[in-house]
């Protein structure tokens, strides 16, 4: 506790007018990096991987890290099923002083592009189901690496401006939130030192481009994986009598789980469940044996969360209790422990300086007040569950214009996840850069 608060009074210590100051300056050599940076950018987005596959995404940042001055290590993160993770470590010591992580995610989605943009992705792979997908980084995880990359680069070129350690990560499999957990089973502050300070950026398609938005307090859900298998009998589709047809029962419970959050739940309790994925059967006229649900679940809360995994069991079996379902048929309920993460919670104090480190540098105008979202993150287990200080804020990168007009008419933007996903790239890379190093300049100072 002396130590987190002796690095955040040093950080309150640092005067708000020398930040300002520096400003300009920061500002121009950030805009002299947009061409390289817009190459960069362009080059991941063409180029993107899946999750656990990031293998020439890690490779390609690693080597500009190295270019960039930093010691880098590859190919850190070990997965529960003992599988090696693309993660990459980044060090650069600069004398003594408080030692600061900034992360980034690599890991691209399974979405095939349709922008229409010259720099699209027209990249396909196979999942994890052994589906041929598009892949698609629509969450913006280029964006991600081009501005850490940026941030790296000023950094280097500032070391008689701060102190201390910084360690950027590359961490691979965000979207499966597994990444981080993989990460730090394979030793990551064993092996590179254990941080003081833990700072995150995330993209954001409601925050107009140029500007950022930052809150304490909690900021995104935790994310609860879960499969649910609902066994049957199988039969000749012409002689339903014969079966217990785990495609009705599957349907019966995707309509009765809506029910959960709207009837079991506390209402001033945020919660949301979904079903992603249903796969059964193998012909039309064949009554399967067999349908497996892939549903996600998000809360703030912990006793929320097991309260509905609890609901969800008890739904399962009890379609199959009411369809006569064998005893030894009973449904199947999954709870992943790789597939979740706690949910996001920045640190008051922490937000708070690094807010006015960015009113400093951006000017007010352009630091917005962030909302707390049902989205999630695995980014807040590198906090060791709070014990370490952590913020993530989030990077504006839609058209401003754009964006007035979609609150004015009530028509959102594409936003992250979506296949017509399209940051405005300029300013938002500017800006996540400018930000994101004044912001360790002023923890590091």
């Given at each position: 506790m002396f130590l987190r608060a002796c690095v955040l009074l040093g950080v309150a210590a640092v005067p708000m007018q020398l930040i300002a100051q520096d400003a300009g300056s920061l500002s121009s050599s950030v805009q002299a990096q947009l061409p390289s940076l817009t190459e960069t950018y362009k080059h991941?987005?063409?180029?993107?991987?899946?999750?656990?596959?990031?293998?020439?995404?890690?490779?390609?940042?690693?080597?500009?890290?190295?270019?960039?001055?930093?010691?880098?290590?590859?190919?850190?993160?070990?997965?529960?099923?003992?599988?090696?993770?693309?993660?990459?470590?980044?060090?650069?010591?600069?004398?003594?002083g408080p030692r600061l992580l900034i992360r980034s995610d690599m890991d691209a989605l399974p979405v095939e592009e349709k922008t229409g943009l010259d720099y699209a992705s027209t990249v396909r792979s196979t999942n994890a189901q052994g589906q041929d997908v598009g892949v698609m980084h629509a969450c913006g995880h280029d964006i991600h690496m081009?501005?850490?990359?940026?941030?790296?680069?000023?950094?280097?070129a500032r070391k008689s401006a701060w102190h201390g350690t910084l360690v950027l990560i590359g961490q691979p499999s965000e979207e499966t939130i597994d990444g981080a957990r993989a990460m730090l089973a394979d030793g990551?502050?064993?092996?590179?030192?254990?941080?003081d300070l833990v700072v995150s950026e995330h993209d954001d398609s409601v925050t107009p481009a140029g500007s950022i938005a930052i809150k304490g307090g909690?900021?995104?859900?935790?994310?609860?994986?879960?499969?649910v298998i609902m066994r049957g009998v199988g039969a000749h589709g012409s002689q339903p009598q014969n079966s217990k047809d785990p495609v009705v029962m599957a349907a019966?419970?995707?309509?009765?789980?809506?029910?959960?959050?709207?009837?079991?739940?506390?209402?001033?309790?945020?919660?949301?469940?979904?079903?992603?994925?249903?796969?059964?059967?193998t012909k039309r006229n064949i009554?399967?044996?067999?349908?497996?649900?892939?549903?996600?679940?998000?809360?703030?809360?912990?006793?929320?969360?097991?309260?509905?995994?609890?609901?969800?069991?008890r739904t399962a079996e009890g379609i199959a209790i009411g369809y006569g379902v064998p005893e030894d048929r009973m449904p199947i309920?999954?709870?992943?422990?790789?597939?979740?993460?706690?949910?996001?919670?920045?640190?008051?104090?922490?937000?708070?300086r690094l807010r006015k480190i960015a009113v400093a540098t951006l000017g007010a105008d352009r630091v917005e007040e962030a909302d707390s979202v049902m989205g999630s993150e695995d980014v807040g287990l590198f906090t060791l569950d709070g014990k370490i200080p952590g913020v993530m804020f989030r990077l504006g990168a839609s058209d401003p214009d754009k964006l007035t007009h979609a609150k004015e008419t009530g028509v959102p933007l594409p936003s992250m996840h979506s296949p017509l996903f399209a940051p405005v790239y300029a300013p938002t890379i500017t800006t996540g850069v400018t930000a994101l190093t004044a912001m360790a300049l002023g923890l590091l100072k």
């Amino acid at each position: 506790m002396f130590l987190r608060a002796c690095v955040l009074l040093g950080v309150a210590a640092v005067p708000m007018q020398l930040i300002a100051q520096d400003a300009g300056s920061l500002s121009s050599s950030v805009q002299a990096q947009l061409p390289s940076l817009t190459e960069t950018y362009k080059h991941l987005h063409r180029d993107p991987e899946l999750s656990h596959h990031e293998d020439k995404t890690s490779a390609y940042l690693a080597g500009e890290l190295r270019k960039a001055g930093y010691t880098v290590t590859e190919h850190v993160g070990k997965y529960q099923d003992g599988s090696q993770a693309y993660g990459i470590v980044a060090v650069l010591e600069n004398g003594k002083g408080p030692r600061l992580l900034i992360r980034s995610d690599m890991d691209a989605l399974p979405v095939e592009e349709k922008t229409g943009l010259d720099y699209a992705s027209t990249v396909r792979s196979t999942n994890a189901q052994g589906q041929d997908v598009g892949v698609m980084h629509a969450c913006g995880h280029d964006i991600h690496m081009t501005v850490l990359l940026g941030t790296a680069r000023e950094m280097a070129a500032r070391k008689s401006a701060w102190h201390g350690t910084l360690v950027l990560i590359g961490q691979p499999s965000e979207e499966t939130i597994d990444g981080a957990r993989a990460m730090l089973a394979d030793g990551l502050y064993e092996r590179f030192g254990r941080p003081d300070l833990v700072v995150s950026e995330h993209d954001d398609s409601v925050t107009p481009a140029g500007s950022i938005a930052i809150k304490g307090g909690p900021l995104l859900a935790s994310s609860t994986s879960i499969d649910v298998i609902m066994r049957g009998v199988g039969a000749h589709g012409s002689q339903p009598q014969n079966s217990k047809d785990p495609v009705v029962m599957a349907a019966e419970f995707v309509v009765l789980t809506q029910s959960i959050i709207a009837r079991q739940v506390d209402p001033q309790q945020p919660a949301v469940l979904t079903v992603g994925t249903i796969h059964g059967g193998t012909k039309r006229n064949i009554i399967s044996e067999e349908v497996t649900m892939g549903l996600t679940l998000r809360t703030y809360s912990d006793k929320v969360r097991d309260q509905i995994i609890a609901a969800v069991k008890r739904t399962a079996e009890g379609i199959a209790i009411g369809y006569g379902v064998p005893e030894d048929r009973m449904p199947i309920v999954n709870v992943s422990q790789s597939e979740i993460t706690p949910a996001t919670y920045n640190d008051p104090a922490l937000a708070e300086r690094l807010r006015k480190i960015a009113v400093a540098t951006l000017g007010a105008d352009r630091v917005e007040e962030a909302d707390s979202v049902m989205g999630s993150e695995d980014v807040g287990l590198f906090t060791l569950d709070g014990k370490i200080p952590g913020v993530m804020f989030r990077l504006g990168a839609s058209d401003p214009d754009k964006l007035t007009h979609a609150k004015e008419t009530g028509v959102p933007l594409p936003s992250m996840h979506s296949p017509l996903f399209a940051p405005v790239y300029a300013p938002t890379i500017t800006t996540g850069v400018t930000a994101l190093t004044a912001m360790a300049l002023g923890l590091l100072k």
